[in-house]
């Protein structure tokens, strides 16, 4: 899987939009961008994923270059339960053999949500 | 709620015991995965089931012994633990790898310590 990068830690003010950046540059054309967060004590928490268009869910949106080098993960209104660290992933869209589930977190964004 | 219940949420163990873990997840998914996340190390695959059958296996030691009764349900049994394999212990699930892009549902870990 590509090797991603993000910025250690971002603040942002509570109801302000968080905007998460992820740097993929090497992503091949099979590959899917996923986001997780992990609020401390608690599993990973899938938010959004795409491959080049563009998504949206109830939780954020997926913005991602005409290139796919790199992704912006938008929170619209930023809420003092966002504060967590985000994970940005790429991994192959399709089954592949034995680690195609491995999942390789990074150290991903430590994002405070500041009242 | 995440949809995947994992039990005990905090399990202390002594080097000779014999413990099991149990995931259960309430999303009809067909495939369940565990992983181990150490403390500043990143998220490692251990196992992972597909429609029961086990079809990965990361190298993991086999004082680590997973079953798999249904596709609902997830055990780990440990037994002759060392200090380093304390760690939390997450599973997951997600509809069968032939869906490709189905991204993991997380529990909220099993937190272990091995004294």
């Known amino acids: 899987d590509a090797k991603t990068t993000q910025p250690p830690s971002m603040d942002c003010a509570e109801g302000r939009a968080a905007n998460l950046p992820c740097n993929h540059s090497?992503?091949?054309?099979?590959?899917?961008v996923y986001w997780y967060r992990q609020i401390h004590s608690q599993g990973p928490q899938y938010i959004i994923h795409?491959?080049?268009n563009n998504e949206t869910n109830e939780m954020a949106s997926l913005i991602i270059t005409e290139d796919r080098k790199s992704s912006t993960l938008i929170l619209p209104h930023a809420t003092l339960r966002d504060t967590a660290v985000y994970y940005c992933?790429?991994?192959?869209?399709?089954?592949?053999?034995?680690?195609?589930?491995?999942?390789?977190f990074g150290k991903g964004t430590k994002l405070s949500v500041i009242p | 709620e995440t949809g995947v219940t994992q039990t005990p949420r905090h399990l202390v163990m002594g080097m000779t015991n014999k413990k099991s873990l149990k995931c259960e997840q309430h999303l009809g998914h067909n495939a369940m995965y565990w992983y181990k996340q150490s403390a500043k190390k990143p998220l490692e695959l251990m196992f992972v089931y597909n429609f029961k059958e086990q079809t990965e296996n990361n190298s993991v030691p086999s004082r680590f012994s997973p079953e798999c009764p249904n596709s609902s349900h997830l055990f780990l049994h440990l037994h002759t633990l060392q200090p380093e394999d304390s760690a939390l212990y997450l599973c997951a699930s997600s509809h069968s790898r032939s869906s490709y892009n189905s991204p993991l549902h997380f529990g909220n870990g099993t937190r272990l310590t091995v004294t």
């Open positions: 090497t992503i091949s054309g099979n590959e899917y």
């Open positions: 795409g491959l080049k």
């Open positions: 992933i790429v991994r192959v869209a399709a089954y592949s053999g034995a680690g195609s589930y491995q999942l390789t």
